[in-house]
Each structure stands twice: as structure tokens, then as C-alpha cells.
């Protein structure tokens, strides 16, 4: 069975400007929103959306340091992300698997069937 | 949940038909997917999966035998699947030889399915490797940074 996905998470991954964020964050550790601005293809204020909904989905982080605003990566969310992510993909591994097997079964049995006593 | 992908492939020694009968045929679906299908592989057709005690409606999308079947659902909220709620799967079946069978499935949200064609070509090209390697490859180069 599915487990809950956590919509959040996805749709913050599922964006590839945040994707670009995010490797960034994780590249760079402890950044300033203009820093990222200066290292995407995108607007200040484009940085500034992504980096919330990326630390509504608890996978960023922010800190305040002097007048400056520093972001970086929760290691631990990320951790918990790749492994449901995982387990997703190796649930359909096994949903494969299962085709695979009664796919084979049935077309042995009707081979069998076909040619009685070879 | 939106523009998730999963994508899966696997190499079948038998033919074609048989494994369309297998992803399609409600008593088959049952082994492989949910606990109990109630469905009809028609397009536009709607049928409940059940999954232990929980369950939810599912309605089939494509379907063109022996090549393409999919369906969307939304398990585990129950309301009814439409695109901007739910999970897409597809099915493609490409036959290589007469007793093997390509099978690939990819599950998908609908952030992807709303964006132009060559578009989600490039996005799904980008993350052939799939979002498992993705997540994976950016955790451990944040072990690496971390310190200890």
C-alpha cells in the first residue's frame, strides 16, 4: 500500500527552480537569499517564493545573523524524503515483480495446455 | 501532490497479450495492486480499489491494447480521481520478439501532465535517474559536508 505522501514535500521537489535552490543549499551549506539570487537564472523575489515553500515543506531552514538572513538545508528532512521517496519506487519494484511472475505463470500454463505431452 | 514521478521497467518472457490481461483483468489486478478491484479497463470507466480497510474510487484513462493502459487514482483520500487530485499511472507495452515483453510504468501528479509536451519530455529526460536517486545523491552530498 501507498503511504500517505506528504503533498508538501512533493510539491516542493517537484518544482525544478526549487530543485535548483535546493542543490544549491545543499552545495553551499548556510546562504543569503541574495547569494541564490546571484546563482539562479531566476529574480530575487522568485528566490525569496521558492525559499518558502520549500521551508513550509521542512526542508529548509532559516536563521537570522547580523541584518542578514541565512538559509540552508534540514539534513534530517531530506534523509526522511529520500527514503519515502525509496520506498515508493520500491514498492512498484515489487508491483513489477508480481506482473512479471503471473505473466510468466499464465503463459507457461497456456503453452502447457497448447501442446499436450511435449 | 505534484509532478512526482516514479518510473518503473521490467522484461517479461511472455507475450504481449498475456501481460495486457494481466495489468488490465480485475482478478489480476487484485494480486499485483490493490487488495480488490472493481474494474472495467474501458476509458472513462470508474471502479473502487480496496486496500486492506481503506479504499477509493479509480477511473481508467487510456485505454489501447496491447500497448497503452492507465488509469488515476487518489487513495488514500477516496475523493473522485480528476487531474489536480490525483496520481496518474501508465502503462506502456512494447513487444520484443514473439514470448517477451517490455513492460514501463510511471506514476505521475499533475503538475507534469499540465505542462506542455516537449516541456515534460525535457523534465522527464532530466530526472530519468528518478526522484529516489535524485533525493539520494542530494543527502549524501550533505553527509559529506557535514562535519563528523
Known sequence: MTAPADDKLWSAIGDPSRRRVLDLLVSHGEVSASWLAGHVPFSRQAVSKHLAVLGQAGLVSRRKHGREVLYQVEAGRLDQAARAMGDLAAQWDRRLATIKRLAEAAHAEAKKSESPGT | ?148
Open chain 2, 1 to 148: 501532490m505534484s509532478g512526482l514521478v516514479i518510473e518503473g521497467e521490467v522484461l517479461i518472457e511472455a507475450p504481449v497479450d498475456v501481460v495486457w490481461r494481466t495489468i488490465t483483468e480485475p482478478d489480476q489486478m487484485s494480486q499485483w495492486f490493490a487488495d480488490r478491484v472493481d474494474l472495467v479497463a474501458e476509458p472513462g470507466a470508474h471502479g473502487y480499489m480496496q486496500f486492506g480497510d481503506q479504499g477509493g474510487p479509480v477511473v481508467v484513462e487510456t485505454v489501447d491494447p496491447p500497448a497503452r493502459f492507465s488509469f488515476r487514482w487518489n487513495h488514500p483520500r477516496g475523493e473522485e480521481p480528476v487531474t489536480g487530485n490525483s496520481m496518474l499511472v501508465e502503462f506502456t507495452l512494447t513487444p520484443e520478439g514473439d514470448e517477451r515483453t517490455r513492460l514501463r510504468v510511471s506514476e505521475s501528479g499533475h503538475e507534469l501532465l499540465a505542462r506542455p509536451g516537449a516541456e515534460k519530455q525535457r523534465y522527464a529526460d532530466e530526472h530519468r535517474g528518478g526522484w529516489a536517486e535524485y533525493l539520494d545523491r542530494l543527502a549524501s552530498v550533505l553527509a559529506k559536508r557535514r562535519p563528523g
